[in-house]
């Protein structure tokens, strides 16, 4: 037999998951007041839980952007250029990023592009803001000149370019690990 939670005594169940013994006025206000703190917390719950869905299923043309060069610049780092030093400055520090040679923030349609990002330590991604002038020698040395030449003629065509949802989902599909 369960003890009352209000008045400690035993009593007999007769209800599905009775927690009071409602035997005087006491025990039953109690109750009642359990009652509506569970409702309370149940609906506090299931507000975030709709909170949650909402602004999974609502986010914003930049958050999927963002989620997706997340994806594709891991797998710049882990897969494309794995083991291989930093293409700006060639140190081989553990903490890289995926920098982009012509900058993700001005030339939207190259974001994804693999030819134009590549392994670059943090130093010269955020600090040295992309070392660009290195970063460009760089992918000569490791691609040739009509490489970068290739690449460079091809970022006034794609400087403006937005992504669908369903090619931003393909991205992350295509390069997630």
Known sequence: MPKCKHCKTKFEVKFFNQKFCILNDDCRSAATQYAIEQKEKNFKAK???????YKSKNKTYTQKVNEAKLVFQKWVRLVKDKGKACISCGSNSDQKDGG???????Y????????N??????????FL?????????????RYGKEFVEQLESE?????VY????????????????
């Open 117 to 126: 990002c590549s392994s670059q330590c943090r130093k010269c991604n955020r």
């Open 108 to 115: 939207s349609g190259l974001i994804f592009d693999e030819r």
């Open 155 to 159: 970022k006034d065509a794609k400087r």
């Open 100 to 106: 982009h040679y012509l900058k993700a923030e001005v």
């Open 162 to 177: 937005k992504w669908s949802d369903e090619e931003l989902e393909k991205i992350k599909q295509k390069y997630k690990l």
């Open 47 to 53: 507000c975030v839980t709709d909170r949650r869905e």
């Open 129 to 141: 803001n992309g070392n660009e002038l290195n970063y460009r020698d760089g992918l000569i040395k």
